[in-house]
């Protein structure tokens, strides 16, 4: 696990530059989740380190395999000095945590829901899953390990987490493309949802 770890922090500095900060949350019976935080010009960006130690195990499975199953970590990127976004650790680490805790697969399209705002005055509680690739490339691992995707994740207000569950994520990403929508704008309202 701690050599997948120092590889996948590898790619994150290949890709993101130094982190500036970084922070540990540990949570009874999970191994220890970090998030790291990158600045990139008005934009930070936090990353978790550790989902990616253990395969996720489908819930249904009796035995979860210590070795092929999906890995990933989890990208957020905001605008830097509009809100208290570094209030969002603990939060990351909870979705970081949640395929050890409750069993998850985290994939693209999913909805992630924390229950509270991700900081401060935030008016998101859960951020929709999107696909891996763009910021940061897949790595890849010796067989017979699945790679790990580093999956962005876009914050949803409640009225956006609503009507994803009812239209599907590829429409709301579609309603934000098409009305230009800023995702990193930690302070930004609801899409139109008409």
Known sequence: MEEILALVEARLRTALGEPDARADVTFLGTDRIQVLRFIDGDVV???????????????????ADPVKGPRAELILSVRAGLADTDQVLR????LAASPQVEGLIVA???????GQPLWPGAPFSSVLVAEPGGLVEDLELDSPMDPVHFLPL???THNEAAWKRVRGA????????????DLRD???TSVALD
């Open 91 to 94: 939060p990351l680490a909870v």
């Open 108 to 114: 693209p399209g999913a909805s992630l829901d924390v």
């Open 186 to 188: 930690p302070l930004r």
């Open 170 to 181: 590829q429409e709301l990403q579609e309603r934000w493309l098409s009305h230009g929508t």
């Open 154 to 156: 876009l914050p949803m």
């Open 45 to 63: 960006r936090y990353a978790t380190l550790g989902m990616s130690g253990q395969p996720m195990a489908d819930p249904t499975s009796p035995l």
